[in-house]
């Protein structure tokens, strides 16, 4: 397991274990935190994922991809550290990864 660190809207943080291989969303939605709707189930089509990745990892994350860009455009606080946790694919090199759930709309 990988151990990731976010932070809910409210502002409280957890660490969360996640299996390699399994998508960020998955992960955060299967250990129990609604905050993140993931209202698509991960098809990348409605942007309800949204997180943003602390910035000493977005390096190790890497830039959106084109489908979730556009998407991405779309939220209300996008920026740099933006990304849709059902495009980020959890592996041992993202151990330690910290997360924070973005604002709703």
Same mark, same amino acid.
């Given at each position: 397991?990988?151990?990731?660190?976010?932070?809910? !809207?409210?502002?409280?943080?957890?660490?969360?274990?996640?299996?390699?291989?399994?998508?960020?969303?998955?992960?955060? !939605?299967?250990?129990?935190?609604?905050?993140? =709707?993931? $209202? /698509?189930?991960?098809?990348?089509?409605?942007?309800? /994922?949204?997180?943003?990745?602390?910035?000493?990892?977005?390096?190790?994350?890497?830039?959106?991809?084109?489908?979730?860009?556009? $998407? $991405?455009?779309?939220?209300?606080? !996008?920026?740099?550290?933006? !990304?849709?946790? /059902?495009?980020?694919?959890?592996?041992?090199? =993202?151990?330690?990864?910290?997360?924070?759930?973005?604002?709703?709309?």
């Amino acid at each position: 397991m990988t151990q990731i660190s976010l932070t809910l !809207r409210d502002g409280s943080t957890h660490d969360v274990q996640i299996q390699p291989g399994v998508s960020l969303m998955h992960g955060i !939605r299967e250990a129990g935190f609604d905050d993140l =709707l993931a $209202l /698509c189930g991960g098809s990348c089509s409605c942007a309800t /994922c949204h997180v943003h990745i602390t910035n000493g990892w977005i390096d190790k994350v890497g830039p959106p991809g084109v489908d979730e860009n556009d $998407l $991405l455009d779309g939220a209300s606080d !996008r920026d740099a550290t933006s !990304r849709l946790s /059902c495009q980020v694919t959890i592996s041992d090199s =993202l151990a330690g990864l910290t997360a924070t759930i973005a604002a709703e709309g």
